[in-house]
């Protein structure tokens, strides 16, 4: 298996612009989540989905910021409008069980100017 | 709710030292405990796990006993080497009663190692 790919690895757009990051988890996987890493606050947890339905979304900083799984191969992060406090890395990783491993992907990189 | 603390970085060691970098927990019940490493660039990946009290993970020449009594994981290796440069997280997973499953993270502690 591939592993988790995301994409793209850079992003880089101006304050206001609509960001979309793309995540396709390992098949088989249940469970998929939406990570923010940053100097300060360290690893968050956004958001996550079990069998495509998102469970827990209270990490998600504010109405800016929404996520979809229509499918089981297929996430997605959307930002709008961005801002430049959005500028981290997101990490998207999926799990087969509850309480086993999580296989990251590599990331994306935002930046927002 | 859970948490995981980490000792701060970063840590810096002279080749062939040994490591140990700290992790404590807070959790109810009987949470899995892991330790991820990060290398510059990449994603996070798994370096070793321990899914109950008294459980010894071990990877890499790295090891981390899972203390129920002490509520930590600390993570261990005897010589460390230019390579085991990177960002170390402890974290935990575990099921709430109301069924939620938690995977939370440490804020991560970063290792240089020189030659």
């Known amino acids: 298996d591939a592993g988790v790919i995301q994409s793209p690895r850079h992003e880089v757009t101006e304050m206001g612009q609509e960001v979309t990051l793309r995540c396709k988890p390992i098949s088989g996987h249940d469970y998929l989540f939406w990570y923010r890493q940053t100097m300060m606050r360290g690893l968050e947890l956004l958001i996550y989905f079990n069998n495509n339905v998102p469970i827990d979304d209270s990490g998600m900083p504010e109405d800016r910021f929404s996520a979809k799984m229509p499918n089981a191969s297929f996430s997605t992060l959307k930002i709008q409008p961005s801002e430049p406090r959005d500028s981290a890395v997101y990490f998207c990783?999926?799990?087969?069980?509850?309480?086993?491993?999580?296989?990251f992907g590599q990331g994306t990189r935002l930046t927002v100017v | 709710g859970n948490s995981v603390t980490q000792m701060e970085g970063p840590v810096t060691l002279s080749e062939e030292a040994f490591l140990t970098i700290n992790c404590t927990y807070t959790a109810t019940g009987y949470p899995s405990l892991f330790w991820y490493v990060q290398y510059p660039g990449e994603g996070l990946q798994l370096l070793l796990k321990?899914?109950?009290?008294?459980d010894k993970g071990s990877n890499k020449g790295f090891e981390a006993t899972y203390r129920k009594e002490t509520t930590s994981f600390h993570l261990e290796k005897g010589s460390v080497q230019v390579s085991d440069s990177a960002v170390y997280f402890c974290?935990?997973?575990?099921?709430?009663?109301?069924?939620?499953?938690?995977?939370?993270f440490g804020k991560g502690t970063k290792l240089s190692v020189i030659p």
């Open positions: 990783a999926s799990s087969r069980l509850r309480n086993t491993e999580a296989f």
């Open positions: 974290a935990l997973t575990r099921i709430s009663g109301a069924g939620s499953y938690q995977l939370t």
């Open positions: 321990a899914t109950k009290a008294d």
